[in-house]
């Protein structure tokens, strides 16, 4: 089955304390991202990447790493968490190719990240 | 820079009622224009796309056109079902070199029996 995944789906952790987050996705997509979805402020991206070993940052960066050292997964790193992160994550991945922007992003099921 | 505005929630509307939420974007150059449902407790699904003026995006019975006019992209469905409860994000893509997809703050939506 065609699918983003990611891991954990919930982490509750404290202040400082680095964590990472997986996405893996089986659809040999080039493009993936992360996003973070707040209560009345939608989703916005954190960071992204065209292809494995070129990332690049989104509207909300401050606080994050990513890596793409292999075409089906992009991490995200939070190496010191503070409490404003506290949110919920999604990764999603798409084709990437001309014409692209049209194409459809395919959405993990989200973490749930508390961080005390 | 890009962005959407979709109508705030939360919609409550009984079964078999006619369904508008509605959704207008500021963008450079030619967007494509997505919905995006999702619900409870999972990740987004696409729900219906366009890619150009006058284009009309459809699927499981919602339907949603393009219009370069009036920078809208209101989604409707002529009967909604309890089953389509969920949060509805319009949102748009203007490629480039990143294709982030700039989204509305979400509609919720209850359908009451």
């Known amino acids: 089955e065609a699918q983003v995944t990611q891991n954990p789906r919930y982490l509750i952790t404290v202040t400082g304390k680095k964590l990472t987050v997986t996405c893996s996705q089986n659809?040999?997509?080039?493009?993936m991202s992360w996003y973070r979805q707040d209560p009345g402020l939608g989703l916005r991206q954190i960071y992204y990447?065209?292809?494995?070993?070129?990332?690049d940052k989104g509207d909300v960066p401050e606080g994050y790493k990513v890596s793409r050292k292999e075409k089906r997964n992009f991490p995200l790193i939070l190496e010191s968490p503070s409490p404003n992160q506290t949110s919920l994550y999604f990764c999603?991945?798409?084709?990437?190719?001309?014409?692209?922007?049209?194409?459809?992003?395919?959405f993990g099921p989200g973490t749930r990240l508390t961080v005390l | 820079g890009n962005s959407v505005t979709q109508m705030e929630g939360p919609v409550t509307l009984s079964e078999e009622a006619f369904l508008t939420i509605n959704c207008t974007y500021t963008?450079?150059?030619?967007?494509?224009l997505f919905w995006y449902v999702q619900y409870p407790g999972e990740g987004l699904q696409l729900l219906l796309k366009?890619?150009?003026?006058?284009d009309k995006g459809s699927n499981k019975g919602f339907e949603a056109t393009y219009r370069k006019e009036t920078t809208s992209f209101h989604l409707e469905k002529g009967s909604v079902q309890v089953s389509d409860s969920a949060v509805y994000f319009c949102?748009?893509?203007?490629?480039?070199?990143?294709?982030?997809?700039?989204f509305g703050k979400g509609t919720l939506l209850t359908v009451n029996p």
């Open positions: 999603a991945s798409s084709l990437n190719r001309a014409g692209a922007s049209s194409n459809e992003q395919f």
């Open positions: 659809m040999n997509h080039e493009y």
């Open positions: 990447s065209m292809n494995v070993e070129v990332t």
């Open positions: 963008a450079t150059g030619y967007p494509s």
């Open positions: 366009a890619t150009k003026a006058d």
């Open positions: 949102a748009l893509s203007s490629g480039g070199s990143n294709y982030k997809l700039t």
